[in-house]
């Protein structure tokens, strides 16, 4: 019988990330882990380079859930903040915008583990 996988909240707070946000949800999307056991959640701090609209591009296709909380105050901690208060994992792991899921998951990538990665 296989364990029951359990489920997932990657956080990451982002601000005028344009640039990389793209890659980094597509990568996570990649990861392999069941759609329907995680969500992404990012805690944008009021982005003006497009970062959103990306996100919402992204979102739109994606089987995974993927939420945008406000971050009015800009900074990584109330962003943090924000993003486990909305999350319903039973994991979160924390990641930043140039993450890919290798990074965020470690090498067993189909075993999510609590952890917090970057680039």
Not at 59 to 64: C, K, Q, S
Not at 90 to 96: G, P, S, T, V
């Amino acid at each position: 019988m296989k364990a029951r996988q359990p489920f997932v909240s990657v956080i990451i707070p982002v601000r005028n990330e344009a640039r990389y946000i793209e890659a980094c949800l597509r990568s996570l999307l990649r990861g392999g882990y069941p759609a329907a056991r995680w969500e992404i959640i990012l805690a944008d701090g009021m982005s003006t380079d497009g970062t959103r609209e990306i996100i919402a591009r992204v979102a739109a296709d994606a089987a995974v859930p993927i939420y945008i909380a406000d971050n009015p105050r800009g900074t990584i901690p109330h962003a943090l903040n924000l993003a486990i208060a909305g999350a319903r994992g039973e994991i979160i792991i924390r990641a930043i915008r140039g993450s890919t899921w290798r990074a965020a998951c470690g090498r067993s990538a189909g075993r999510a583990r609590t952890t917090s990665a970057g680039r």
